[in-house]
C-alpha cells in the first residue's frame, strides 16, 4: 500500500509541463516530509490537492477580494501575514510569493495549515476537512462532499482514520 501512495504522489505532484521561472515544483518527497512533520496520513494531502485544484503559480480571486495561493489554495488575506511574521521577517511579499510560487512550501503550509484545524476539530478528520475551506456551514460542507468523491477517486474508499 505505501509503495502505491508513494505512485500516486509522484503521478499528482510531479508536473506535466516545465515550471514557471521561479517557481519550484512540488515532490513526493515533500508530500512525505510534510505528512510525517504534521503527524497527518500523506493521503489527506494529497486530497486536499486535488480539491484545492491549485497548481504552481496560481491566483485564485475569491468574491471577498482574497486570493487562494499555489497548490494548496492558502489564502492570502488569513495566512499571509502570520507566514510573514514567522518565516519572512514580515515580508508579506515574499511569503505571498512563497505561497504562490513555491511547491513545497505551499504543501508544508497546507499540512500546517490542516494540523491546526484538526487540532481544532478535536481530532475529527472530516470536520478538519471542511474547516480547510471553510467555516461556514454551507461551504464546508460542500467542500466534505468534494473531498470524499476525490478521494474515493485517488484511493478507491474512505481513509480508515477515526479519532
Known sequence: MKLAVFGLIAALVLPVAAPL????????ECVVQAARLQGIPPEIILGLLKTEGG????????????????????NNRVWVPKLARLHF???????????????CYSIHIGAWI?????QEAGGNYGEAIGL????????????????????????GGMLGVRR
Open 114 to 118: 490542516f494540523r491546526q484545524y484538526l
Open 89 to 103: 521577517g514580515g515580508d508579506e511579499r515574499a511569503a505571498y510569493a512563497a505561497l504562490r510560487d513555491h511547491g
Open 132 to 155: 480547510y475551506n471553510s467555516h461556514t456551514e454551507g461551504p464546508k460542507r460542500a467542500y466534505q462532499a468534494r473531498f470524499a468523491a476525490n478521494f474515493r477517486q485517488l484511493f
Open 21 to 28: 521561472a521561479g517557481t519550484y515544483p512540488v515532490t513526493a
Open 55 to 74: 497548481h504552481l503559480g496560481s491566483e485564485s480571486p475569491n468574491r471577498n477580494g482574497s486570493y487562494d495561493l499555489g497548490p494548496m489554495q492558502v
